[in-house]
């Protein structure tokens, strides 16, 4: 499994979400790591190019697509299961799926944003933890990573739908992580669940639309991989319940 002698040679880690710009950076970071990477997203012929590019930019290494409805509990429960039967190990999960909607004020809030925003952000955050969370306590490297945003610690009048829905993703993950402090007792955890917060995203296809832009604070998705792959690097004790930022704080 993997592709050899990385830092993460032999590891079998599942991104959700990964037909995106950032998916599509994970994948192959963590490939090139020496992972075995499954990718999940609800467009198959995105994630089938994203599956694509990995393999053909890290040299072949074993990056597999599976199209799974992460708002089905069962679906995903079945994903998170056909991982662990299929490769012996689940040693992470990177939760990228992602969304934004907002307004111009506050007044202006639609709750059809909140209804779009709560199953995106956060329904499939539980389906994954709920579905994931024992095969990763079972591995000696366990982790759970949710992407968030600095606008879930510091809203804004007009993203009061997103930044909440962001912040109930946040509190949701720092629940799993107490549940992996309370499974390791006395010696700490051995699996982890943390969060790391951007700002907002940016890469290359956005820099070419908008040369002019300066898109101050953005985290490139190819940084934001490999913040990634850097948590491996640390203890499940330094992450746990652990938000790591990859921008000022607000």
Same mark, same amino acid.
């Given at each position: 499994m993997g592709n050899g002698n990385g830092p993460l040679s032999g590891a079998v880690i599942a991104v959700a979400g990964a037909g995106g710009p950032a998916g599509r950076a994970t994948l192959l970071r963590l490939a090139e790591a020496g992972a075995t990477v499954i990718?999940?997203?609800?467009?198959?012929e995105r994630l089938s190019e994203a599956v694509d590019a990995a393999r053909y930019a890290s040299g072949g290494a074993s990056v597999i697509g599976d199209t799974v409805d992460l708002l089905d509990l069962q679906s995903t429960r079945d994903w998170a299961a056909h991982i662990?039967?299929?490769?012996?190990?689940?040693?992470?999960?990177?939760?990228?799926?992602?969304?934004?909607?907002?307004?111009?004020?506050?007044?202006?809030?639609?709750?059809?944003?909140?209804?779009?925003?709560?199953?995106?952000?956060?329904?499939?955050?539980?389906?994954?933890?709920?579905?994931?969370?024992?095969?990763?306590?079972?591995?000696?490297?366990?982790?759970?990573?949710?992407?968030? !945003? &600095?606008? %879930? +610690? /510091?809203?804004? =009048?007009?993203? !009061? &739908?997103? %930044? +909440? /829905?962001?912040? =109930?993703?946040? !509190?949701?993950?720092?629940?799993?992580?107490?549940?992996?402090?309370?499974?390791?007792?006395?010696?700490?955890?051995?699996?982890?669940a943390a969060i790391l917060v951007v700002k907002a995203l940016?890469?290359?296809?956005?820099?070419?639309?908008?040369?002019?832009?300066?898109?101050?604070?953005?985290?490139d998705v190819k940084d934001l991989a490999e913040g990634i792959a850097d948590v491996w690097d640390e203890s499940a004790a330094e992450v746990n319940g652990k938000r790591l930022w990859l921008t000022e704080k607000p």
């Open positions: 990718g999940a997203d609800n467009d198959p662990e039967k299929d490769f012996g190990r689940v040693d992470g999960l990177v939760h990228l799926v992602g969304g934004w909607r907002g307004s111009e004020t506050f007044t202006k809030t639609s709750l059809d944003d909140w209804d779009f925003l709560e199953l995106l952000l956060i329904r499939t955050v539980q389906h994954t933890s709920l579905a994931f969370h024992e095969a990763l306590q079972r591995s000696e490297r366990g982790r759970y990573l949710l992407i968030s !945003a &600095a606008g %879930a +610690s /510091a809203p804004t =009048a007009g993203n !009061a &739908a997103y %930044a +909440s /829905a962001k912040a =109930a993703a946040e !509190a949701w993950t720092l629940a799993m992580a107490d549940y992996f402090r309370k499974a390791g007792g006395p010696d700490g955890p051995t699996s982890a940016v890469h290359d296809a956005m820099r070419a639309d908008r040369p002019n832009a300066k898109f101050a604070g953005f985290t």
